[in-house]
């Protein structure tokens, strides 16, 4: 159940004032990110950006503008992420806009762009890559993928056509339309092969684990899009028994993985005929979190 949000804090007289009070309601209350929360949500508000709400610090906020901060504070106040308060979240240097069917984009999924880019062979001598992201959710993988392969053209599939409403959209803002398309299916199963790179970030939490996730998570992201079956692994497994089909001969699949599943999701990976295509990735916090396989030989 998610929190009732809490009364809204009052807001001081200027900019300036406005985010130290934020910051130090929000530090107070636990928020792991209180300066940052603090001012991206008052530049929200405001319509300011970094610069212009340092420059205009000393301005006096209106009795409107006063009762939107207090109100996008609440919310956050209640555990409601940032990006889902403010509608987007940057991912690769690209600002995505997300919606209630499309998980928050992570820093750690990143390294499977990483791992995908050193992995592929951007010069094999074809004109087009092709390329699926399998769960695509507001188009992350995809999108970025494109910004770095600008001889690629993407599909992206959802079972969620208001995930792959808010994909569509991405691609369109991001000027990605024509080399961009988007269908309703699950993983891969309305696809025909052959792709050159397939990528996914698909549900990992075991589902008795969801309760215990963090508000930001558990309460706000889209459970179809944590919910990974009991043991975690389901979507590993609708991934590896279409892998072989949609990949080319030279083809490499890049999953991202939940926390100590690298031994478990290499088992059913090779046992679907998928041999490593390089080392695995970690995150920033030692995390397996990217695999690249291949099929075999």
């Known amino acids: 159940m998610r929190a009732e949000p809490s009364p809204s804090p009052r807001v001081p007289a200027t900019i300036a004032a406005a985010r130290r009070a934020l910051t130090q309601t929000f530090r107070e209350r636990g928020l792991d990110t209180p300066e940052l929360d603090a001012r991206l949500l008052v530049g929200h508000a405001l319509g300011l950006d970094h610069a212009a709400l340092a420059g ?11 009762e939107v901060i207090a109100a996008l504070a609440a919310r956050r106040l209640a555990r409601e992420p940032v990006a889902r308060i ?27 762009v990483e791992a995908a880019l050193a992995a592929i062979d951007r010069d094999r001598g074809v004109s087009t890559l092709r390329v699926a992201d399998l769960g695509t959710g507001s ?29 569509r959209a991405n691609a369109l803002a991001l000027g990605f339309c024509h080399r961009a398309s988007f269908i309703a299916c699950d993983y891969g199963a309305a696809l025909k092969g052959s ?16 309760a215990m996730l ?19 692994l389901a979507g590993y497994r609708a991934i590896a028994a279409d892998a072989r089909r949609l990949l080319s001969p030279d083809g490499i699949l890049v999953v991202e993985l939940g926390a100590g599943q690298l031994g478990a999701v290499t088992k059913i ?29």
Do not use: M
Request: glycine share 10%; aromatic share 6%.
């Open 86 to 112: 403010v509608g987007v979240k940057e991912f690769w240097g690209l600002n995505l806009s997300l919606n209630a069917a499309t998980l928050v984009p992570r820093p750690e999924t990143e390294t499977v």
């Open 56 to 66: 205009d610090g000393e301005r006096i906020i209106t009795a409107g503008e006063a």
């Open 195 to 210: 792709f050159d790179l397939v990528v996914s970030n698909p549900p990992y939490v075991v589902n008795d684990d969801i």
């Open 139 to 167: 188009g992350a993988l995809l999108l970025a993928l494109l910004t770095e392969l600008p001889a690629a053209h993407g599909i992206g599939t959802d079972v969620s056509p208001a995930a792959l409403g808010c994909a």
């Open 214 to 232: 963090a508000p930001e998570v558990r309460d706000f992201d889209p459970h179809a899009a944590l919910d990974g079956g009991p043991d975690g």
């Open 269 to 297: 990976l090779t046992a679907a005929g998928l041999a490593a295509a390089g080392p695995p990735r970690y995150d920033l916090a030692g995390i397996a979190r990217a695999l690249p396989v291949k099929p075999w030989p």
